[in-house]
């Protein structure tokens, strides 16, 4: 059977992802989440237990990273700092975890040689002005905020890993998710 790891799997958006998962595959889910103000580990209740095993941990302890990313297939990375608001008070965690902890996981995805999903944002194309065309994957980056910035970085990172290493890697820009 498939597996998959999915940090930040107890987040608003992961929690949703795992659930999809877990009822339209038969993939087994490794959930990864650090059980930050972002977390509610009561969105993964009954999931079955013998398809979805929930590990709380960072994705910037690298020695638990490459454990799980070596029982896994692929890697959906929904793991981030992503409260806009606190980067602006508190820049330190974002670049911790949206930076160090992608790297960390494209680490062990690099050593493992599993795919890589990273969740990114709009934020990193900047804002839009009533009359702007709409962003598209052509659009440069343009960062405003520290979290923006943060994003940024890591997409950067994970097309350097692809570029760099061969990293087989999709990255999405997703916009105002609802789960």
């Not at 820049?91 to 969740?119: C, K, S």
């Not at 923006?148 to 290493?165: E, G, I, Q």
Request: charged share 15%; hydrophobic share 40%.
């Amino acid at each position: 059977m498939e597996s998959l790891v999915v940090t930040g799997g107890a987040g608003f958006i992961g929690s949703n992802f795992v659930h999809w998962v877990i009822q339209h595959t038969d993939v087994r889910v490794i959930v990864l989440d650090a059980m930050t103000y972002a977390a509610n580990p009561r969105s993964l209740t009954g999931l079955p237990g013998d398809r979805c095993t929930v590990v709380p941990g960072s994705i910037t302890d690298a020695s638990l990273v490459d454990d799980l990313v070596g029982k896994a297939d692929a890697v959906v990375n929904f793991a981030a700092e992503s409260h806009n608001d606190n980067s602006l008070r508190n820049p330190e965690p974002f670049l911790t975890t949206n930076i160090m902890g992608t790297y960390t996981v494209l680490e062990a995805v690099r050593r493992h040689h599993v795919r890589f999903h990273q969740v990114s944002t709009d934020e990193v194309f900047g804002t839009l002005g009533p009359d702007d065309p709409p962003f598209t994957e052509a659009t440069a980056y343009a960062p405003n905020s520290p979290y923006s910035a943060s994003k940024a970085a890591s997409d950067h990172l994970v097309r350097a890993w692809n570029r760099t290493y061969g990293l087989p890697v999709l990255l999405t820009n997703c916009s105002n998710n609802y789960g």
